[in-house]
């Protein structure tokens, strides 16, 4: 079993920058593949970043060149770096971690999910 606990969300200004990180307990994380995914109210959750275990990244295309996502296993933290935050970035954050190295952008590859950081964005 995989928990995993994001942080780091919070309100900031359109145009600013925050950094989620994301955490797992117990295992070894860089055996995992981790996803970033987020949920606006009353929107379909979509994806936002993923990164595998030998540190290849993808984005879905509103986030590219605004948003990085990078890991640190020695600290067993994966993090998302948002900069250039628009109001429609608002939404609930999620990690995800998967065993599998391949369709990192769809969320039906993940096994483990975090309960979430809040992003607002005001305008």
């Known amino acids: 079993q995989v928990h995993l606990v994001e942080s780091g969300g919070g309100l900031v200004q359109a145009g600013g920058s925050l950094r989620l990180s994301c955490t797992a307990s117990?295992?070894?994380?860089?055996?995992?593949?981790v996803g970033w995914f987020r949920r606006a109210p009353e929107k379909e959750r979509e994806s936002v970043a993923g990164?595998?275990?030998?540190?290849?990244?993808y984005y879905t295309d509103s986030v590219k060149g605004r948003f990085t996502i990078s890991r640190d296993n020695s600290k067993n933290t994966v993090y998302l770096e948002m900069i250039s935050l628009k109001p429609g970035d608002t939404a609930v954050y999620y990690c995800?971690?998967?065993?599998?190295?391949?369709?990192?952008?769809?969320?039906?590859?993940?096994?483990?999910w975090g309960q979430g950081t809040q992003v607002t964005v005001s305008s």
């Open positions: 995800a971690a998967s065993d599998w190295s391949s369709d990192l952008l769809l969320s039906d590859t993940y096994h483990y």
């Open positions: 117990e295992v070894t994380f860089s055996r995992y593949s």
């Open positions: 990164i595998t275990r030998r540190g290849a990244t």
